[in-house]
């Protein structure tokens, strides 16, 4: 049984859905995914996909008055039915982790996979995720051992527009302007973990995690 809820941080491109989706389909945990949520939006063209489409193609983020809402509903839901989950992609700006506060947001580690930046600029642009369950693959160190398709279902695999080289340039200065004062945010809060990226294995940073949020 999941103690904890977990925020994950980290470049686009540090692992955070693939390893969520590794705990999920570990543990009794759901990955709260705001990129798959807009991405979703976006394939069912719904009023909110039509006004975030752009924005999201070209890398930069969705307003937090959207996001916040979207995530507070989210949120209700899950402690109302007694779920742990993981917020991945969520916060991604100061705003968003105030406003997790004053939802008295508590119960949560934060789960910082730090990695070099050149290191995820090759990830992306070799990345391909399934159509359909949307887990993550990587050419170099993650290949679908059914390329092209997916491992876990068959479907097929396909890239993300905004995994193009000029929205990868776009997104991790966004990143580093908006995002990475997350970390001294949750560190003087207590609550940031830091993994090492590159000298672990998904295997081994899901046990890392596991041990964190069962022991703390
Ligand atoms: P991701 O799949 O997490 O890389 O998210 C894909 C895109 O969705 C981002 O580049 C943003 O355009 C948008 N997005 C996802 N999460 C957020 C968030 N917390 N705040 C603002 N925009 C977001």
Same mark, same amino acid.
């Given at each position: 049984?999941?103690?904890?809820?977990?925020?994950?941080?980290?470049?686009?491109?540090?692992?955070?859905?693939?390893?969520?989706?590794?705990?999920?389909?570990?543990?009794?945990?759901?990955?709260?995914?705001?990129?798959?949520?807009?991405?979703?939006?976006?394939?069912?063209?719904?009023?909110?996909?039509?006004?975030?489409?752009?924005?999201?193609?070209?890398?930069?983020?969705?307003?937090?008055?959207?996001?916040?809402?979207?995530?507070?509903?989210?949120?209700?839901?899950?402690?109302?039915?007694?779920?742990?989950?993981?917020?991945?992609?969520?916060?991604?700006?100061?705003?968003?982790?105030?406003?997790?506060?004053?939802? *008295?947001? /508590? @119960?949560?580690?934060?789960?910082?996979? %730090?990695?070099?930046?050149?290191?995820?600029? =090759? $990830? !992306?642009?070799?990345?391909?995720?399934c159509s359909k369950c949307k887990r993550s693959y990587?050419?170099?160190n993650f290949k679908s051992k059914k390329h092209p398709?997916?491992? *876990?279902? /068959? @479907?097929?695999?396909?890239?993300?527009? %905004?995994?193009?080289?000029?929205?990868?340039? =776009? $997104? !991790?200065?966004?990143?580093?302007?908006?995002?990475?004062?997350?970390?001294?945010?949750?560190?003087?809060?207590?609550?940031?973990?830091?993994?090492?990226?590159?000298? *672990?294995?998904?295997?081994?940073?899901?046990?890392?995690?596991?041990?964190i949020i069962n022991s703390k």
């Amino acid at each position: 049984m999941v103690e904890k809820n977990i925020i994950f941080l980290g470049m686009p491109g540090s692992g955070k859905g693939t390893i969520s989706s590794f705990l999920q389909e570990k543990e009794d945990i759901i990955q709260v995914s705001t990129g798959d949520i807009f991405r979703e939006e976006i394939k069912n063209k719904t009023q909110l996909g039509l006004e975030v489409e752009k924005i999201v193609s070209l890398g930069a983020y969705v307003p937090d008055s959207i996001t916040n809402e979207i995530v507070k509903n989210k949120i209700a839901k899950l402690e109302k039915d007694n779920k742990k989950f993981i917020l991945d992609g969520f916060p991604r700006t100061i705003e968003q982790a105030k406003f997790l506060d004053e939802l *008295n947001f /508590d @119960n949560y580690v934060v789960i910082y996979l %730090d990695v070099e930046k050149e290191e995820v600029i =090759k $990830r !992306l642009s070799q990345r391909f995720f399934c159509s359909k369950c949307k887990r993550s693959y990587n050419l170099s160190n993650f290949k679908s051992k059914k390329h092209p398709n997916c491992e *876990n279902d /068959d @479907n097929l695999l396909i890239q993300r527009p %905004d995994d193009q080289p000029s929205a990868i340039e =776009k $997104r !991790l200065e966004v990143y580093q302007q908006q995002t990475e004062p997350l970390i001294d945010f949750y560190k003087k809060k207590n609550k940031l973990f830091v993994i090492e990226v590159n000298n *672990n294995s998904i295997d081994k940073i899901v046990d890392k995690i596991l041990f964190i949020i069962n022991s703390k």
